[in-house]
């Protein structure tokens, strides 16, 4: 990511995009989002399948069709502590992408963030945990391309070992990285940790 400190924007994803109300109100046992597996991790050898870079552009939605996501993008900035703001949690059904970094489908690492749940039920990424690897994940872009990308892994990271290196480090293909809420759930302090899907690029279409 670009002249963005990684720790910040751990920090903010680990706590704004932790709602767990519904889950307060509703039980957190039998309410609880789903975890990735252990067979989701990283494999011992990444894919070496990889599509030629695209040219800049901004995405304006994120499908991902084997959970059944259909949401559109908004950018997100900074606040003005200087970490990643998040989407608005009024809506359920909106993610948004880091808009001063990688824009999905160029060289480097994009980033997409959005809410597990909200006070009324679960939010967009609410089932993230459950996509499993080679899951295709689809980017429409406004220059009329669709980025198609390969789950490589699913991964539950405790807040206090989140990996910013790992998951917000620069990269020398274009991939993708999808961050939500996951991990034990506190009614003191919310969700305990953050379920990321770590992609890359391994096609496009025409939109």
């Not at 609410?126 to 080679?134: F, I, K, P, V």
């Not at 689809?138 to 892994?153: I, M, N, S």
């Not at 405790?158 to 910013?164: H, I």
Request: hydrophobic residues 40%.
């Amino acid at each position: 990511m670009r002249k963005v400190g990684n720790t910040l924007i751990a920090t903010v994803t680990a706590a704004a995009l932790c709602c767990g109300a519904w889950l307060l109100h509703n039980g957190a046992e039998t309410h609880a989002p789903p975890q990735p597996s252990a067979a989701q991790a990283h494999p011992g050898r990444p894919d070496p399948r990889s599509a030629p870079a695209l040219p800049p552009s901004p995405p304006d939605r994120i499908r991902i069709p084997s959970i059944h996501v259909d949401a559109p993008l908004r950018g997100l900035g900074l606040t003005e502590s200087g970490s990643l703001d998040v989407p608005p949690a009024g809506d359920a059904n909106l993610a948004g992408w880091y808009e001063a970094g990688t824009t999905p489908g160029e060289t480097g690492t994009a980033i997409v963030a959005g809410h597990v749940d909200t006070a009324d039920g679960p939010a967009v990424f609410y089932d993230l945990g459950a996509l499993e690897r080679g899951a295709v994940i689809e980017v429409d872009r406004q220059d009329g391309k669709v980025a198609l990308f390969t789950v490589d892994a699913v991964e539950m990271y405790e807040a206090r070992d989140f990996p910013d290196k790992k998951v917000y480090g620069a990269a020398a293909r274009p991939e993708l990285r999808v961050i939500t809420c996951g991990g034990g759930y506190s009614r003191a302090t919310g969700y305990e940790g953050n379920v990321v899907v770590f992609a890359h690029l391994t096609g496009d279409r025409a939109g």
